[in-house]
């Protein structure tokens, strides 16, 4: 397989002499990154396989859960405060206009415009003890450009399909807060870096119903500024401020007002996330404050108004829920104040939590109140075509293409192709690919029968994924454990279904084994299923002929029913009753092969009844 791995790097971009230069190399996806990354699970419950609850079942109940809490919620926020909800055809006689605008901090070592460290670690470090001159704004400072940081901002705007400007510069955006001690934030309002991009939402994005299989929504500009300070409440009057935060390289993507539905806006900053994560251009995501929303909310009269209207501003929406909610709680206020008569008013709005209602911040600043004007003290950022080219062509595959290629090359449900990539920021994704290499090495060696090469591998790879997806992650809800590639190696896990698809052990042992390792056994497969006596003991044709005929004795009516009124899912029944019967000696697909014969049916056929 093409590597479907996402891009790792052992360290931030250190800084570079010359924008020409070439960028870092990419790493190769192999099993050895997994050696040492992280240390061994050490757990005091021991469980057996039979006690986990599948995480199918988990993530189906979780689904339900949140539909039913969904429902429940918007019922209440209907009528929360005095609120009126917005019924469907007062909602018809409006359309809704949303433009996002997201920052995020970039991954790099330094500083925007100081060779001060700003490492991950200075989040919950000791306040104010990485900050250079100019990030307190001392009288003298001057600011300088660190290149390194220009990589990361790359590598999002062309994952974002945006046109790289050979020349762009920066820009002051005057405000008066404690935050920017400067009196104004640097940044590229008038000549950003990178313009013109784009995303492509699917529907198995999450995308509102309306907007149909697909909908592509502009990216008008990306452009490099400066973080601000972290401020700090202290109730019921102070605040303090950290200024480590201060100059920390961020991009703000800005995208056109295309958006039509909450449910699609939300659906967009999470792709936008997952994108930017994916290339590693980024520190963290929303979890962890490392990615924030803007959203700008009109509505206009259907059919009736040409331009956009009055749009307002809602700041600093920290989760991908917070987005939509924000937006319908906006949304739902401006048709009420249009419906009543009234104008809307530009403005900046805020949003909280759990509100039906967005409450105002201030009034709307625009260019003039900004004070926008060209940085003197920094000249033009130029760009070379050949660091472009380089960078393009290095970058990983990107999330669309690989849960592309995990359907149609590997032969997994687009369910679990976009489950297994976005679980564990990649990680469960890796441990995949090396477990199916493993096993893909297993089957090469082997003197049985097999499918031919590419109907094995797919059948393997399917294999491969329900047991990374679902009996691990069945494990790891029972535990409450977060996922590790070291907590059962791949090569236990390969040679688990190695020896399952040979036919040496049946699926409950299996499932065993797997829970054996994930809770810390540290025999090999071989010497747990032989010290255990595990193996299979195979059973002669005639052994499965004669428990088949005494289970359709021991049930004539199942049989009845299966021959004479064609109820052939029951069948599944006669199956568990040999399986039982046979105390692991029964291998379920000779179980079922014998049942249709000595039942009279035709041995090909798969009945779902």
């Known amino acids: 397989m093409k590597s479907v791995k996402k891009l790792k790097s052992s360290g931030r971009d250190?800084?570079?002499?010359?924008?020409?230069?070439?960028?870092?190399?990419?790493?190769?996806?192999?099993?050895?990154?997994?050696?040492?990354?992280?240390?061994?699970?050490?757990?005091?419950?021991?469980?057996?396989?039979?006690?986990?609850?599948?995480?199918?079942?988990l993530l189906k109940d979780e689904i339900r859960k949140k539909r039913e809490d969904k429902r429940q919620d918007g019922r209440a926020r209907s009528f929360e405060n005095g609120t009126k909800p917005v019924g469907d055809g007062l909602?018809?006689?409006?359309?809704?206009?949303?433009?996002?605008e997201i920052h995020a901090q970039l991954n790099t070592e330094y500083k925007l415009f100081s060779r001060e460290s700003y490492v991950l670690t200075s989040l919950n470090g000791q306040p104010?003890?990485?900050?250079?001159?100019?990030?307190?704004?001392?009288?003298?400072?001057?600011p300088k450009f660190q290149k390194s940081t220009l990589l990361p901002a790359l590598r999002a705007a062309l994952a974002l399909k945006c046109h790289i400007q050979n020349?762009?510069?920066?820009?002051?955006?005057?405000?008066?807060?404690?935050?920017?001690?400067?009196?104004?934030?640097?940044?590229?309002?008038?000549?950003?870096?990178?313009t013109n991009g784009s995303i492509t939402l699917n529907d198995h994005d999450g995308i509102a119903l309306e907007d149909g299989e697909y909908v592509e929504i502009g990216i008008?500009?990306?452009?490099?500024e400066q973080d601000t300070a972290k401020t700090v409440l202290q109730p019921?009057?102070?605040?303090?401020?950290?200024?480590?935060?201060?100059?920390?390289?961020?991009?703000?993507?800005?995208?056109?007002?295309?958006?039509?539905?909450?449910?699609?806006?939300?659906a967009c900053v999470k792709k936008i996330q997952a994108l930017?994560?994916?290339?590693?251009?980024?520190?963290?995501?929303?979890?962890?404050?490392?990615?924030?929303?803007?959203?700008?909310?009109?509505?206009?009269?259907?059919?009736?108004?040409?331009?956009?209207?009055?749009?307002?501003?809602?700041?600093?929406?920290s989760s991908i829920k917070a987005v939509e909610d924000a937006i319908i709680a906006e949304r739902n206020r401006q048709v009420h104040v249009l419906e009543s008569g009234g104008n809307i008013k530009g403005e900046t709005r805020g949003w909280t939590v759990g509100a039906s209602d967005t409450v105002k911040l201030r009034g709307k600043e625009g260019e003039v109140d900004y004070r926008y004007m060209p940085d003197p003290d920094l000249g033009p950022l130029v760009i070379g075509n050949d660091l472009v080219g380089t960078i393009a062509a290095q970058l990983p595959q990107l999330p669309d293409q690989t849960i592309g290629e995990l359907v149609a090359q590997h032969g997994l449900t687009l369910k679990d192709a976009k489950t297994l990539v976005a679980l564990d920021e990649g990680e469960r994704l890796d441990y995949y690919d090396c477990v199916r290499q493993?096993?893909?090495?297993?089957?090469?060696?082997?003197?049985?029968?097999?499918?031919t090469v590419e109907e094995g591998n797919k059948k393997s790879d399917v294999t491969v994924a329900n047991w990374v997806l679902h009996e691990i992650g069945g494990l790891l809800n029972t535990s409450s454990s977060a996922f590790s590639p070291n907590t059962v190696p791949a090569k236990d896990l390969a040679t688990i279904l190695h020896y399952l698809s040979q036919n040496r052990i049946t699926g409950r042992t299996a499932k065993q084994l797997l829970a054996k390792k994930f809770y810390s056994d540290t025999r090999t497969i071989h010497h747990i299923i032989s010290e255990e006596n595990l193996w299979l003991r195979q059973m002669s044709d005639e052994e499965y002929v004669a428990m088949a005929r005494e289970v359709i004795e021991g049930n004539p009516e199942v049989a009845r029913q299966i021959r004479e009124k064609a109820e052939y899912g029951k069948l599944g029944f006669l199956m568990g009753k040999m399986m039982r019967k046979g105390e692991g000696r029964v291998v379920a697909r000779k179980a079922e092969a014998t049942l249709k014969e000595v039942l009279g049916l035709p041995l090909g056929f798969r009945g779902k009844n």
């Open 14 to 57: 250190g800084n570079s002499d010359e924008m020409t230069s070439k960028p870092e190399s990419l790493p190769k996806t192999t099993c050895d990154l997994y050696v040492d990354r992280y240390t061994s699970r050490l757990l005091q419950t021991q469980v057996t396989a039979e006690h986990h609850i599948p995480f199918r079942k």
């Open 91 to 100: 909602l018809d006689r409006w359309q809704l206009t949303v433009g996002l």
């Open 128 to 142: 104010n003890t990485q900050v250079a001159p100019f990030d307190f704004a001392l009288p003298g400072s001057q």
């Open 167 to 194: 020349e762009s510069r920066f820009d002051r955006k005057h405000y008066f807060y404690a935050d920017q001690p400067a009196g104004y934030q640097i940044t590229q309002y008038y000549h950003p870096f990178a």
């Open 220 to 224: 008008k500009q990306v452009q490099l």
């Open 236 to 266: 019921p009057a102070e605040a303090l401020l950290d200024f480590n935060r201060v100059g920390h390289p961020l991009v703000e993507i800005i995208t056109l007002p295309q958006i039509r539905h909450p449910q699609t806006a939300a």
């Open 276 to 317: 930017l994560q994916a290339v590693n251009a980024v520190t963290t995501g929303m979890e962890l404050g490392g990615l924030r929303a803007d959203v700008n909310v009109s509505v206009r009269r259907r059919g009736v108004d040409t331009a956009l209207g009055q749009r307002t501003e809602i700041k600093n929406l």
């Open 438 to 451: 493993e096993l893909t090495t297993f089957r090469t060696q082997s003197t049985q029968p097999t499918d």
